[in-house]
């Protein structure tokens, strides 16, 4: 995607140190700054304290964190015991997102499937890069096959302006090109559609306030920043024409876990007989779990995340304490929409409904757990 005119993305391996470089999404809007990631640890600490998030994202630094653990093995040797313990702590830098444990996954076992003489260090980093690119694919091929949902709309308001509700930041920040939730958006951009974008603040963090709305403004899409609990009122008043929402884990039975605060826009617009999708790429579905609710783990972060906001005052960044001092504070990362309130879901192989046999008509090759 382009920043004031570069192509850019939020992770790519510098050219000269073969280190891992990322975009600093804590300093965004406001500060663009680049990350060097050199260790497993700098990796870890990049997806735990957010500098890197979003599901597709995450799961792609994981598969460069094992190129990097590769890169610094001791005495340059990753065998595989030590493949093995590396990628068992990358994994568990977050425990929702499914996307993580799947790349690194990918990496360690093409690693392991190679003899002594092979090129590990290569092999990973072509596996990452692999990862990337049919990352990026997926996403434009979301964007493809969403776009005809809001041209539907548009003909039926006989052009008039599509407006569409979004929770979070499922841009391209979030992956790697055009995003899931913002994909469709981006490419009825590009077809010259008449659209415009609730964006949801998304506390604690403002994802969607700092990150979505930079995203979209860089691109000249007209949006509009709302209060996170604005969305039921424009619903109830004819302002909403369908909400795109991006997801971190979903069942291969079609419940859904994103940002804390999804499962009630899902509700609102249940309410006003308005379409919810959910746009994800095939590495985002749990092929494993059936009851999302009572089974996805939901990351619970640091409450000083709800206690303190950060934003832009005498030209730096600066964090600014909100609720009473003695007041304690829970902080949960993610929510379950129920399969029953999802629409359908935008996938890079077409749209479907929100239900084992429809997703497994998509992805046949796909298997349950016994």
Not at 10 to 37: F, G, K
Not at 229 to 241: E, R
Not at 248 to 272: P, Q
Not at 285 to 291: A, C, E, H, K
């Amino acid at each position: 995607m382009k920043v004031d005119g570069k192509d850019m993305r939020p992770i790519w391996l510098d050219p000269e140190s073969r280190d891992v470089n990322v975009i600093d999404q804590r300093a965004l809007p406001h500060e663009l700054v680049v990350l060097e990631l050199q260790t497993v640890d700098d990796a870890i600490f990049a997806i735990q304290e957010m500098v890197v998030r979003g599901a597709p994202l995450i799961g792609i630094t994981g598969a460069y964190a094992v190129y990097l653990a590769v890169k610094t093995a001791p005495a340059g040797r990753a065998d595989a015991a030590y493949l093995r313990k590396a990628s068992g702590r990358i994994r568990a830098a977050r425990p929702t997102a499914v996307n993580l444990a799947w790349a690194v996954d990918r990496v360690q076992q093409k690693l392991e499937s190679l003899s002594a003489a092979d090129d590990l260090l290569e092999a990973a980093r072509v596996e990452a890069a692999a990862i990337a690119e049919e990352e990026a694919d997926n996403c434009r091929r979301i964007g493809d096959h969403g776009v005809d949902l809001l041209e539907t709309v548009s003909r039926r308001k006989a052009g008039e302006t599509v407006n569409i509700l979004t929770h979070c930041n499922a841009g391209w920040l979030a992956t790697i090109e055009y995003g899931t939730a913002t994909a469709p958006i981006y490419v009825a951009h590009e077809k010259g559609l008449q659209i415009h974008v609730w964006v949801d603040e998304t506390r604690p963090l403002n994802q969607g306030a700092r990150l979505t709305a930079w995203e979209l403004g860089k691109a000249g899409i007209p949006h509009t920043v709302i209060a996170d609990n604005t969305g039921g009122h424009l619903m109830q008043h004819g302002l909403v024409d369908l909400v795109i929402v991006g997801t971190d884990r979903t069942t291969h039975t079609g419940d859904v876990a994103n940002k804390i605060g999804t499962y009630l826009k899902a509700l609102a617009a249940r309410d006003n007989q308005i379409p919810f999708y959910v746009a994800l790429p095939s590495s985002t579905f749990d092929w494993q779990l059936r009851d999302g609710v009572r089974e996805i783990p939901i990351e619970e972060r640091d409450p000083d995340e709800i206690r303190y906001v950060q934003g832009l005052g005498d030209n730096s960044l600066r964090s600014v304490l909100l609720p009473p001092k003695t007041s304690p504070a829970g902080n949960y990362a993610f929510d379950v929409t129920p399969a029953r309130l999802v629409s359908a879901f935008i996938t890079e192989r077409g749209v479907c409904q929100a239900n084992e046999e429809a997703i497994r008509s998509l992805f046949p090759e796909k298997t349950a757990a016994p």
